[in-house]
């Protein structure tokens, strides 16, 4: 049995509904992230978020990136985010937080940043730019981003490595120093 073109009810095609399903993940997972009072949950809503975004690069034809995502996002900088904040703060936030004194600004900041990525959108010919697309196939973009990712730039992804490695033996130092001693 195969599925129709389009979801029966809806009337959209079942691509559409993938989409708006992650896009609606990800901006529920993003209010979360800033609107939870617990730090540690607002974490595991960010990792929800990125995931969403991985799924979002795989319907846009990027599998190579998606996996990025995943593996540096979500393995790497999440949890690294999530092990500082365990290690290096309490689990609840404060009761005044700062960016609630600096909803005003970021309220207009975001309806001017709206209305600049809708102009944005609307003044974009869509066609022409599908239409200058890529010519190879997914395993070509593979290909050379893994010739351009560990030929050309070796070295700064191994100093990135030892970066994220340093940063992670300091928050453990951090986390472990002994209270009241010399600061």
């Known amino acids: 049995m195969t599925l129709p073109d389009t979801v029966p009810l809806i009337g959209l095609g079942w691509d559409d509904l993938l989409f708006l399903a992650f896009a609606g993940i990800m901006i529920l997972a993003a209010l979360l992230v800033v609107g939870m009072r617990d730090?540690?949950?607002?974490?595991?809503?960010?990792?929800?978020?990125?995931?969403a975004l991985a799924g979002l690069y795989?319907?846009?034809?990027?599998?190579?990136?998606?996996?990025?995502q995943v593996l540096v996002y979500i393995g790497a900088i999440s949890v690294l985010v999530l092990f500082a904040?365990?290690?290096?703060?309490?689990?609840?936030?404060?009761?005044?937080?700062?960016?609630?004194?600096?909803?005003?600004?970021?309220a207009v900041a975001t309806v001017i940043l709206a209305i600049l990525i809708g102009v944005s959108v609307i003044a974009t010919d869509w066609t022409a730019t599908i239409a200058r697309g890529w010519t190879e196939t997914g395993a070509d973009h593979a290909k050379v981003l893994a010739t351009r990712l560990f030929a050309n730039y070796t070295l700064p992804f191994e100093v990135v490595?030892?970066?994220?490695?340093?940063?992670?033996?300091?928050?453990?130092?951090?986390?472990?120093?002994?209270?009241?001693?010399?600061?």
Do not use: H, N
């Open 85 to 106: 904040i365990m290690l290096t703060q309490t689990k609840d936030a404060p009761r005044s937080l700062v960016f609630q004194t600096q909803a005003i600004p970021a």
């Open 58 to 68: 795989v319907m846009a034809g990027a599998p190579v990136v998606a996996a990025a």
């Open 161 to 183: 490595s030892v970066l994220l490695l340093a940063a992670v033996i300091g928050g453990v130092f951090l986390a472990k120093r002994e209270r009241g001693g010399d600061d």
């Open 39 to 51: 730090i540690i949950r607002s974490g595991l809503a960010m990792i929800i978020c990125f995931a």
